[in-house]
């Protein structure tokens, strides 16, 4: 299994910026698909931006321009930079992770809290 680690949430005014890290295993492997969910109270899980093992990325319509999700092997942590805030981006986020072909996710992170005030 591939063990995921998300850091960087916390409580920012609209309008700022956030980062938020998933620190994933050394031996994680080449192919590895990552990406960035988001699930808020009694909503359901939505994907924020997709990135796949040849580095094209994918990103929810909604968030383009605003959200930028990037991977860094040398540290093995998988990024979203995230602008421009707003009181609906509150939500727990989630980075998840799978080496298979399909559209699913096998491993999952605990989650970092995202609190945008107005």
């Known amino acids: 299994d591939v063990q995921l680690v998300e850091s960087g949430g916390g409580s920012v005014q609209a309008g700022g910026s956030l980062r938020l890290s998933c620190a994933f295993d050394?031996?994680?492997?080449?192919?590895?698909?990552m990406a960035w969910f988001r699930q808020a109270p009694g909503k359901e899980r939505e994907g924020v931006a997709s990135?796949?093992?040849?580095?094209?990325?994918i990103y929810a319509n909604s968030l383009k321009g605003r959200f930028s999700i990037s991977k860094d092997s040398s540290k093995n942590a998988l990024y979203l930079q995230m602008n421009s805030l707003k009181p609906e981006d509150t939500s727990m986020y989630y980075c998840?992770?799978?080496?298979?072909?399909?559209?699913?996710?096998?491993?999952w992170g605990q989650g970092t809290q995202v609190t945008v005030s107005s």
């Open positions: 998840a992770a799978d080496t298979s072909c399909g559209g699913g996710f096998r491993w």
């Open positions: 050394a031996y994680t492997p080449a192919n590895v698909r």
């Open positions: 990135l796949a093992s040849d580095g094209s990325s």
